[in-house]
Every structure is written in structure tokens, then in C-alpha cells.
Nanobody, 127 residues
Framework: VQLQASGGGLVQAGGSLRLSCAAS??????????LGWFRQAPGKEREFVSA????????AYADSVKGRFTISKDNAKNTVYLQMNSLKPEDTAVYYC???????????????????WGQGTLVTVSS
């Protein structure tokens, strides 16, 4: 499974960005996976941001982003998006997309639940 993340950049506080993550692979059956977004700020551990179970579209969010970020998917493109609004300086981090074979979202908030990772895209929010 290959995951290609894009869409990061520099934005002022209060602004918006949309991240994309395209999933591919010869034997990859995306309906069996949950796609998630994690982030890692300098000097901090990688933390869960959001996830979507592909087969039913259910979503989960970290409390810190709930109401500001929206995760969605495009079935035709095997792509997951993270729309980030009302960005804050504390959202600054490298954002990673990941794929894990679990579909119960309550168990998909840990990085260890994901087997495949994209390369990361940097989001910088200036104050």
C-alpha cells in the first residue's frame, strides 16, 4: 500500500488548508481499511487527528480539532481529505496519513493500529 499526502503549507491563524492522501496498491482493498491522519509537532509525540472507516464512512476526531477539521473520502479516487479550518498556531506540525486494517474507530486512535504510512506534509500556522 502506498499513501501519498499533499496539501500542506504556510497559512495565517484563522485560515484554512485541505490535505489530501491518495491510496494505491496492487492488492489494496481499501474498503477493508480505516484511513487516518496523525500529526507530529517538533519535540512532541505523534498524535491522532482524525480517521474515517472506508466501508461505512464513519469518522472520529481528536478533541483538539473537533468542529474545526473535517475528514472525508472520494471513493472513485481512493483519496481521503482533511479540511482544516480556523487553524491555530498549535496546529503546526507534520501531518501524516496512514492506513490500518481495523474498522472499529475506537481502536484506531493509536499510531500502532496503522500498518502503512505516507511521507508527511508540513503545515505551518503563523500567529
Amino acid at each position: 500500500v502506498q499513501l501519498q499526502a499533499s496539501g500542506g503549507g504556510l497559512v495565517q491563524a484563522g485560515g484554512s488548508l485541505r490535505l489530501s492522501c491518495a491510496a494505491s496498491g496492487r492488492t489494496f482493498s481499501i474498503s477493508r481499511y480505516t484511513l487516518g491522519w496523525f500529526r507530529q509537532a517538533p519535540g512532541k509525540e505523534r498524535e491522532f487527528v482524525s480517521a474515517i472507516a472506508w466501508f461505512n464512512g464513519r469518522t472520529a476526531y481528536a478533541d483538539s480539532v473537533k468542529g474545526r477539521f473535517t475528514i472525508s473520502k472520494d471513493n472513485a479516487k481512493n483519496t481521503v481529505y482533511l479540511q482544516m479550518n480556523s487553524l491555530k498556531p498549535e496546529d503546526t506540525a507534520v501531518y501524516y496519513c496512514a492506513a490500518g486494517s481495523g474498522v472499529i474507530l475506537s481502536s484506531m486512535r493509536s499510531a500502532g493500529a496503522y500498518s502503512f504510512w505516507g511521507q508527511g506534509t508540513l503545515v505551518t500556522v503563523s500567529s
